[in-house]
């Protein structure tokens, strides 16, 4: 199974980081690829509830992610599954001097395994779904600052 992570400080609360984490309103702005949401289960964030979305034309298709594990201040954690992957995918939300460090981690494995995705996969894939979390994690630190603007006002 491939792992990435990606992490960045912002300024705020952990509270203030969830809160605009889980409002799936806000995703289309900050998730990268993200076109538009579906639904989401009633319970979301909470453990076992679920929301699909769907990517552009030339991005990643329809994704479920499914709660397995949600820590109210602290994180969650989720499986994620579309056409090509299957994995986990991980936020943490952690107070820091300067504000609040948002980590995000996938841990992924093909759903079609082959020796050639083996090769394909650092060379070509691996790259793009790294820029992609860090893309993720940068747009959420805007969003992160414009709500909290927004409040503030």
Do not use: N
């Not at 605009?20 to 989401?40: A, E, F, K, M, Q």
Request: hydrophobic share 40%; with cysteine; aromatic share 8%.
């Amino acid at each position: 199974m491939a792992a990435l992570r990606v992490a960045q400080i912002f300024p705020g609360t952990v509270a203030e980081a969830e809160r605009c984490w889980y409002d799936t309103d806000r995703w289309p702005r900050w998730v990268d690829g993200l076109d538009r949401v579906i639904s989401v289960d009633p319970g979301w964030p909470g453990a076992g509830a679920a929301v699909a979305w769907e990517s552009g034309p030339a991005g990643r298709g329809r994704v479920t992610e499914r709660v397995l594990v949600h820590e109210p201040l602290r994180g969650q954690t989720l499986a994620v599954t579309d056409g090509s992957i299957e994995g986990e995918q991980t936020v943490t939300f952690t107070p820091d001097d300067d504000g609040v460090e948002v980590s995000l981690a996938l841990e992924y494995r093909f759903r079609r395994r082959s020796l050639g995705m083996r090769i394909i996969d650092p060379l070509f894939i691996r790259r793009p779904m790294m820029i992609s979390l860090r893309a993720t994690v940068a747009r959420f630190g805007a969003e992160l600052e414009a709500s909290r603007e927004s409040r503030s006002a």
